[in-house]
Nanobody, 128 residues
């Protein structure tokens, strides 16, 4: 049974940093796309960053334009944990952040409709 558990959210001031973690169980990252999504109040869920392992140390990574240069996605295969390092946070980054997974033979993009498994979310609040 696939299970994703996020942690690391919190409240920070603009310009600050947070690192989100997603502990995965029930599968290994091989042949899975992993991604972070966020959803603010009254807003649609949007893709933030995604990663796909091509084997060995080769990965495909993808970011939403709004977070490029500020956020970094990574995964630790030994710990089966996905991370999202968020720097230079802005108030508009405030949202519930979700970890998601999808079995795949290649990178599938950042549409939430493409992902099968979801965590419960962790709240990020950035104050100005």
């Amino acid at each position: 049974q696939v299970q994703l558990v996020e942690s690391g959210g919190g409240s920070v001031q603009a310009g600050g940093s947070l690192r989100l973690s997603c502990a995965a169980s029930g599968f290994t990252y091989s042949r899975y796309c992993m991604a972070w999504f966020r959803q603010g109040p009254g807003q649609e869920r949007e893709g933030v960053a995604g990663i796909y392992s091509q084997g060995g140390s080769t990965y495909i990574v993808d970011y939403a334009d709004s977070v490029k240069g500020r956020f970094t996605i990574s995964q630790d295969n030994a710990k089966n944990t996905l991370y999202l390092q968020m720097n230079s946070l802005k108030p508009e980054d405030s949202a519930m952040y979700y970890c998601a997974a999808a079995p795949s033979m290649g990178w599938i993009g950042l549409s939430p409709h493409a992902y099968n498994y979801w965590g419960q979310g962790t709240q990020v609040t950035v104050s100005s």
